[in-house]
């Protein structure tokens, strides 16, 4: 099992230093909802996405992220994902089952959406999950690894179920967009100050 990430002791007040929208992606089936659920619970069996979204504090190189993870709620159901939905994502955790070929590939369908609809800076890892039936197993190791050289993307196998892999992918993702956003100089608080205001107003506050 992984060593889990500790929570930054920084977080009260929304003190933080970069807030990141990211999307778990795939197909029905995968277990993108196990593997939020370890991520965030640290227990893959528990009950996720309770308003839509769930918040992990990230410490990265002395400074701390807030993630707010969105699980694609109409996908589980069968349902696509409407595209304007990626307009606002800065990284994706983009995921296909082990033991079914067809989620695999539908991976290469996933990027030519992320590409035509996702922002220039959103960042993306490509995880092989389910990686502990090894039994049940239908796309190899080595077969991920080349379409995520052929994607450009960085990759990891792992489980939810055993507590392997999935905290490195997500370190990752989040040392990803915060290099890009150091690169580009972006501000990425600015989203989240706005839903703050959004918030204040509709209860009838001022904001200064």
Not at 39 to 50: E, F, L
Not at 89 to 95: E, P, R, S, Y
Not at 164 to 172: H, I, L, N, P, Q
Request: hydrophobic share 35%; with cysteine.
């Amino acid at each position: 099992m992984e060593s889990k990430s500790q929570e930054p002791a920084k977080t009260k007040n929304n003190d933080f230093d970069y807030f990141f929208q990211v999307l778990i992606l795939g197909d029905i089936g995968t277990g993108m909802r196990s593997v939020c659920s370890y991520y965030i619970n640290g227990d893959y069996q528990a009950w996720i996405y309770k308003l839509g979204f769930e918040k992990k504090y990230v410490e990265y190189e002395g400074k701390v992220a807030q993630l707010q993870i969105w699980g694609r709620h109409g996908a589980e159901r069968g349902a696509p994902l409407p595209r304007i939905y990626y307009k606002s994502l800065d990284g994706i955790f983009l995921m296909y089952d082990v033991t079914n070929c067809s989620s695999f590939e539908s991976i290469e369908k996933y990027k030519s959406i992320i590409d035509e609809c996702a922002p220039s800076y959103c960042q993306t890892v490509l995880f092989g999950h389910k990686a502990d039936d090894e039994e049940s197993r239908k796309v190899s190791f080595a077969a991920g690894s080349e379409l995520a050289s052929k994607l450009g993307l960085p990759f990891f196998e792992g489980s939810a179920k055993l507590g392997s892999g999935v905290y490195e992918a997500f370190d990752k993702l989040t040392a990803l967009m915060v290099a890009k956003a150091i690169e580009d100089k972006r501000d990425t608080k600015i989203r989240f100050r706005k839903k703050e205001a959004s918030k204040d107003e509709k209860r009838g506050c001022a904001v200064f």
